[in-house]
């Protein structure tokens, strides 16, 4: 029932090529309220269209991602049905905008005014709370990771498929030479040391090239290759 209307919900605000709705959505980004306010009183329905020509975003979307809290509080006190709505390419509800973008704030928010969206499944099964912390593993924030996936053990299944990637959280740490948030991965879920991405390259061989093969000590198994692995410090 409820993914029926969500899919109804985005089918009825797509398409548009109207100027209220461009602006609307820059509106939204800039945090104009002043200016999204005069929209909403002249056409409603405005800014809950979705951008067929980019990414297929509204303006609660791109609120949500530039971290602009305010304009998208004012969206949702006129119509609740904003935190609802998916945007096009990848089935991804405000909250997945916020989260991909690490806007902590606007996360916090929605689960307060809308807690079961936190919970929402994109069009490859993942909930902003996945995509949350894939941000914090590039950003090495390892004590959010900590708090996100001791309260949702099943996003360290994340997958990034930013950029045609397709990697892992602790590819990210490793790519990004965090070392405390690569060895608290590692530790959370062992089997990160020999996860491939789609370029076919190991979180080690990323590991390595950071010079943090020390991290990988503890869970390399006695008849791996290490032979291949300069630097893994074991």
Avoid at 24 to 49: H, S
Avoid at 80 to 97: P, Y
Avoid at 104 to 128: E, F, K, Y
């Amino acid at each position: 029932m409820a993914t029926g209307l969500m899919r109804s919900l985005t089918s009825k605000f797509a398409h548009d090529d109207g100027k209220d709705w461009d602006k609307a959505r820059d509106a939204a980004a800039k945090g104009d309220l002043q200016m999204l306010e005069a929209i909403i009183k002249r056409n409603p329905e405005a800014v809950f269209c979705l951008d067929g020509k980019s990414k297929g975003m509204n303006a609660a979307h791109r609120a949500a991602a530039s971290g602009q809290l305010e304009a998208l509080k004012l969206l949702h006190s006129k119509n609740r049905i904003v935190l609802q709505i998916k945007d096009e390419k990848r089935g991804w509800f405000a909250a997945h905008w916020a989260a991909q973008e690490g806007q902590n704030d606007v996360v916090a928010w929605i689960g307060q005014v809308c807690a079961h969206s936190l919970s929402m499944p994109d069009s490859r099964g993942q909930t902003p709370w996945h995509l949350l912390l894939l941000h914090k593993a590039k950003q090495g924030d390892w004590r959010g990771i900590r708090a996100i996936a001791g309260l949702y053990p099943e996003t360290l299944d994340a997958i990034d498929y930013e950029f045609g990637a397709e990697c892992s959280a602790a590819h990210l740490a490793a790519k990004h030479g965090h070392k405390r948030t690569l060895a608290l991965l590692l530790n959370m879920k062992p089997e990160f040391v020999h996860c491939k991405d789609c370029m076919d390259r190991s979180v080690k061989d990323y590991a390595v090239e950071k010079g943090l093969g020390c991290v990988l000590s503890n869970f390399v198994s006695a008849d791996d290759e290490v032979e291949q692995l300069p630097g893994l410090g074991i």
